[in-house]
C-alpha cells in the first residue's frame, strides 16, 4: 500500500519568514494530495490540495508543489504570521487494492517566532 | 450549522471496559471514516465506512468495532480488546464514497485507566 513520508518533524521560523514541509509517497498510481492544519486539541483542517494533474497550486499565502516524477509534494507558507504555528499533516490517497483512504504523513510542528 | 460533532471531547473509562465514540454529521456525505493519533504521530485508520450498512477495517482495526446503520451516524466501540486504548481518536466525512477532501471532527481524547 501508500507510504508517506514527512519531513522535518519539527520547524521553527522567524514570523515573516518562509516555511517549506516536505513529503514523499511511495505509489506512482497516488492521484490526490493534501495538507492538513491541527491546532492543539482540534481535528485537523484542510488548508489545501493537489491533483496529480497540475504541478502547483496557490491560494494566498499557502502553496503546494508536485513533482510526480519524483513522487515527492511540498507545502510553501510564505510571510508567516504567529497563527501559523500549529501542527501540519500531509497525506496521499492510496488507491491500492480497490481501497480508497488517504495515508498521512507523521505530521511537522510549525513553531512561528515573533 | 453543518459539520461533523464528535462526542464526548473527554472521555474516561476504566481498563476492561468497552465504550462508544459518537460521530455524526449533517454535511450528507456518503463515506466516513475513524482515525486513532498517538502523541507526534500521524493518523492511523481504524475503520471506515462507504455507504450505509456497509465498511472496511483500516490498519489497526483489532479492538475496535464499528456500525453504519444510518449515513449521518459512525459509532466507534473501542473494546477491552484493545491493548492500547489511549489515545485521541478523529472522525471524518467525505463525499460521494470518494476520498477526496475529508473533512474532521474535534475529536474525542479517551483515557483508560
Known amino acids: 500500500g501508500e507510504n508517506v513520508e514527512q519531513h522535518p518533524s519539527t520547524l521553527s521560523v522567524q514570523e515573516g519568514d518562509s516555511a517549506v514541509i516536505k513529503c514523499t509517497y511511495s505509489?506512482?498510481?497516488?492521484?490526490?494530495f493534501p495538507w492538513y492544519k491541527q491546532e492543539l486539541g482540534k481535528g485537523p483542517q484542510l488548508i489545501i490540495d493537489?491533483?496529480?494533474?497540475?504541478g502547483e497550486k496557490k491560494d494566498q499565502r499557502i502553496a503546494v508543489t508536485l513533482n510526480k516524477t519524483a513522487k515527492h509534494f511540498s507545502l510553501h507558507i510564505t510571510e508567516t504570521q504567529p497563527e501559523d504555528s500549529a501542527v501540519y499533516f500531509c497525506?496521499?490517497?492510496?488507491?491500492?487494492?480497490?481501497?480508497?483512504?488517504?495515508?498521512f504523513g507523521q505530521g511537522t510542528r510549525l513553531t512561528i517566532n515573533p | 450549522d453543518g459539520g461533523i460533532t464528535q462526542s464526548p471531547k473527554y472521555l474516561f473509562r476504566k481498563e476492561g471496559q468497552n465504550v462508544t465514540l459518537s460521530c455524526e454529521q449533517n454535511?450528507?456525505?456518503?463515506?466516513m471514516y475513524w482515525y486513532r493519533q498517538d502523541p507526534g504521530q500521524g493518523l492511523r485508520l481504524i475503520y471506515y465506512?462507504?455507504?450505509?450498512?456497509?465498511?472496511q477495517k483500516g490498519d489497526i482495526a483489532e479492538g475496535y468495532s464499528v456500525s453504519r446503520e444510518k449515513k449521518e451516524s459512525f459509532p466507534l466501540t473501542v473494546t477491552s480488546a484493545q491493548k492500547n486504548p489511549t489515545a485521541f481518536y478523529l472522525c471524518?466525512?467525505?463525499?460521494?464514497?470518494?476520498?477526496?477532501?475529508?473533512?474532521f471532527g474535534p475529536g474525542t481524547r479517551l483515557t483508560v485507566t
Open positions: 497525506a496521499a490517497r492510496d488507491l491500492n487494492q480497490g481501497a480508497q483512504k488517504l495515508v
Open positions: 465506512s462507504q455507504i450505509v450498512n456497509d465498511f
Open positions: 454535511l450528507n456525505h456518503d463515506a
Open positions: 493537489i491533483r496529480s494533474n497540475v
Open positions: 471524518a466525512s467525505s463525499v460521494a464514497g470518494g476520498v477526496y477532501e475529508q473533512y
Open positions: 505509489d506512482s498510481a497516488s492521484n490526490y
